[in-house]
T-cell receptor, first 115, second 115 residues
Framework: EPEVTQTPSHQVTQMGQEVILRCVPISNHLYFYWYRQILGQKVEFLVSFYNNEISEKSEIFDDQFSVERPDGSNFTLKIRSTKLEDSAMYFC?????????????FGSGTQLSVL | AQTVTQSQPEMSVQEAETVTLSCTYDTSENNYYLFWYKQPPSRQMILVIRQEAYKQQNATENRFSVNFQKAAKSFSLKISDSQLGDTAMYFCAFMKHESGNQFYFGTGTSLTVIP
């Protein structure tokens, strides 16, 4: 079965450093998303991306965050200057375009630890 | 705004028994989807079952079934013949039909299946 792939599985960084989290969505999917889950808390929506632009973003997704689809396969989340509170599990997800088939397929996540 | 509430942070069930996980939601929308996702220790989010709000018939997927009560805004998950592999965090999620696939998650219920 096709799957969403995320790398790395665990990223450790110093506060103030930039990090890039990488995702390879399912090949025929056209909608892409980032979610995060702080330990012990709920999964929170960050951003959705379609047709090479952000279609929706949450309040969490401030100027420190950016997303990019640099080529036909990768979808990246960049955090410019990490803060301690950015420590979380970050999930990438993708879905098909077809209406009535709104299933999100999640990657296994990247655990980001900001020290 | 949409909210999803899971009032049971932790639950346990004996192997082969049946367990029901609760979920309620609040929305003014009439057309939406509801989902249950499973998050095993590997942290990957796996779709368990989904329900279209316009369908009165409760969705069923093998040992998993839902009790969808639209008027009460309730969407519980029943797991029959519980197996050790069902041990996981379970998230209830809501999606508006025209939201660009933005999901709203509950805080999760940690289920432990006891041998």
């Amino acid at each position: 079965e096709p799957e969403v792939t995320q790398t790395p599985s665990h990223q450790v960084t110093q506060m103030g450093q930039e990090v890039i989290l990488r995702c390879v969505p399912i090949s025929n999917h056209l909608y892409f998303y980032w979610y995060r889950q702080i330990l012990g808390q709920k999964v929170e929506f960050l951003v959705s991306f379609y047709n090479n632009e952000i279609s929706e973003k949450s309040e969490i997704f401030d100027d420190q965050f950016s997303v990019e689809r640099p080529d036909g396969s990768n979808f990246t989340l960049k955090i410019r200057s990490t803060k301690l509170e950015d420590s979380a599990m970050y999930f990438c997800a993708s879905s098909e375009q077809d209406r009535g088939r709104e299933k999100l397929f999640f990657g296994s996540g990247t655990q980001l630890s900001v020290l | 705004a949409q909210t999803v509430t899971q009032s049971q942070p932790e639950m346990s069930v004996q192997e082969a028994e049946t367990v029901t996980l609760s979920c309620t939601y609040d929305t003014s929308e009439n057309n939406y989807y509801l989902f249950w996702y499973k998050q095993p220790p590997s942290r990957q989010m796996i779709l368990v079952i989904r329900q279209e709000a316009y369908k009165q018939q409760n969705a069923t997927e093998n040992r998993f079934s839902v009790n969808f009560q639209k008027a009460a805004k309730s969407f519980s998950l029943k797991i029959s013949d519980s197996q050790l592999g069902d041990t996981a965090m379970y998230f209830c999620a809501f999606m508006k039909h025209e939201s660009g696939n933005q999901f709203y998650f509950g805080t999760g219920t940690s289920l432990t299946v006891i041998p």
